[in-house]
C-alpha cells in the first residue's frame, strides 16, 4: 500500500472545551490508520491556538508507538527553530526506541511571529538555526561525544543519551526553493504539499542540489501531501466537505488572533460564494477514486522520482464515526493502486 494518513492535530472542535476527547481521538485514529494498512500516519505542531491545536508532536508521536505496532509515525512538522536542538534529539531518540525504530522527523522552519516571541526564538535567524539543528541531530544520535559552535547554539563537549537504534530519517517541509536545497543538503528528503506544478519544480531544485553533492537521487524520499476525497459525484462530495476544509483553512488565518481570545473555539465564518471557488480549486483533490488515483500517479510519473503520498485528510471538525469511513475509503479505493 502507498499511502500515509494526517495530518492530526488533536483540535477542538467549535464550542467544545474537552481536550481528552480530542487527544482520546487523536490516538483511535492512529491505531486505525494501522489496522486499515496506511502506510505512515502524521502530526502537526501549531501553539497557542484556542482549539488547541497540536503543540506537542513527539509527546504525541510517543503515545501514537505503545498504542500501535507496524505504522511509521511521521512529524509534519516539528517547528525546529523552536526547540532546543539537544532536548530534540533526546526527545526524538526516545520516540524512536518506544516505536522500534518507527519515527520520521519531519521539520520545518514555521512562520508565526507571535510563536517564536512567545519562545523567545529570533524568527529572522531561523534559517540559520535550521542548518545547525540538521548538523547537530546526527551528531547526537550516534551515542558518540561531540561538541558544536556555531553562530546560533554553543553545546559543550558531551553524548546525548539514550541513542537511536539507527539514524532518524529526517524530512524538510516548506516550500521555499532554500529549504528544499537545504533538505537536499543535509536532509534526506522533503515533505511538501505544493500544488503539482510547483512541486516538480522543487524536485528539480533538489535534484540538482543533489547532484552538487554526489548524493543518489533514488535514496532520498520524496513525499507529497494533500488533501484527498474520494467520492461518487464530486458536487455532492463538494457538499460534504466544504465546511470542514473551510474550517481548517480559516483556522490558520485565526491562529494569532485567537492566542489571547478566551473562551472555547468559535466555528469559522460563513464562506463567502466567491472563496468556495477558490477553495476548492486550491485546496483539494476530490472526485472519483478512479480519477485520484490517476491524478496522483501523473504527478508521480511528471516528477520522475518514486514520490510517495499522504492524504491530508483528517478534519478536527468531523465527527469520529465519518472520520474512519472517509479513512476506509482512502485505505480500499485509493492506497493500493499507489
Known amino acids: 500500500m502507498g499511502l500515509g494518513f494526517g495530518l492530526l492535530s488533536a483540535q477542538l472542535r467549535p464550542g467544545e472545551s474537552d481536550w481528552s476527547r480530542a487527544y482520546d481521538e487523536t490516538l483511535r485514529i492512529a491505531d486505525a490508520a494501522e489496522q486499515l ?3 505512515s500516519v502524521w502530526t502537526t505542531e501549531h501553539h ?7 503543540p506537542s508532536l513527539l509527546v504525541t508521536s510517543a503515545a501514537i508507538a505503545a498504542r500501535t505496532t507496524s505504522i511509521e509515525i511521521g512529524t509534519g512538522v516539528v517547528l525546529a527553530p523552536l526547540h532546543h536542538p539537544l532536548r530534540l534529539a533526546e526527545d526524538a531518540a526516545t520516540v524512536d526506541l518506544i516505536s522500534g525504530g518507527r519515527l520520521t522527523l519531519g521539520l520545518g522552519l514555521g512562520w508565526s511571529e507571535a510563536e517564536f516571541a512567545a519562545f523567545g526564538a529570533d524568527m529572522r535567524r531561523r534559517g540559520r538555526a535550521m542548518e545547525e539543528i540538521l548538523t547537530i541531530l546526527p551528531q547526537a544520535w550516534s551515542g558518540d561525544v561531540f561538541e558544536h559552535t ?5 553545546l559543550p563537549e558531551l553524548a546525548v543519551r539514550p541513542a537511536p537504534s539507527r539514524p532518524i530519517p529526517i524530512l524538510i517541509g516548506g516550500g521555499a526553493e532554500p529549504a528544499i536545497r537545504r533538505a537536499a543538503r543535509l536532509a534526506d528528503g522533503i515533505f511538501s504539499n505544493a500544488p503539482a506544478a510547483k512541486f516538480l519544480e522543487q524536485v528539480t531544485w533538489a535534484r540538482q542540489e543533489l547532484e552538487r553533492r554526489q ?3 533514488d535514496d532520498f524520499r520524496w513525499t507529497h501531501y494533500s488533501i484527498i476525497y474520494p467520492c461518487d459525484d ?4 463538494w457538499e460534504e466537505l466544504r465546511d470542514h476544509l473551510w474550517h481548517l483553512t ?8 485567537s492566542a489571547n481570545r478566551p473562551g472555547p473555539p468559535p466555528a469559522a465564518p460563513p464562506l463567502a460564494t466567491d472563496q468556495a471557488g477558490k477553495l476548492r480549486e486550491r485546496a483539494v483533490i476530490i472526485g472519483p477514486p478512479d480519477q485520484i488515483v490517476e ?3 501523473e504527478v508521480r510519473a511528471q516528477s520522475g522520482v518514486d514520490t510517495e503520498f499522504v492524504a491530508r485528510s483528517y478534519f478536527a471538525t468531523m465527527e469520529y464515526d ?6 476506509q475509503r482512502l485505505a480500499s479505493e485509493i492506497a493500493p493502486h499507489l
Not at 48 to 54: K, L, P
Not at 234 to 237: D, L, V
Not at 250 to 257: A, E, L, S
Request: hydrophobic residues 35%; negative net charge.
Open 150 to 154: 556555531g553562530t546560533e547554539y554553543q
Open 250 to 257: 480559516w483556522k490558520y488565518r485565526d491562529m494569532v488572533p
Open 322 to 327: 465519518r472520520q474512519v469511513e472517509l479513512m
Open 234 to 237: 464530486p458536487e455532492a462530495g
Open 215 to 217: 548524493r543518489d537521487p
Open 37 to 39: 494498512g496506511f502506510d
Open 48 to 54: 497557542f491556538v484556542d482549539d488547541g491545536y497540536m
Open 295 to 297: 491524478e496522483l500517479l
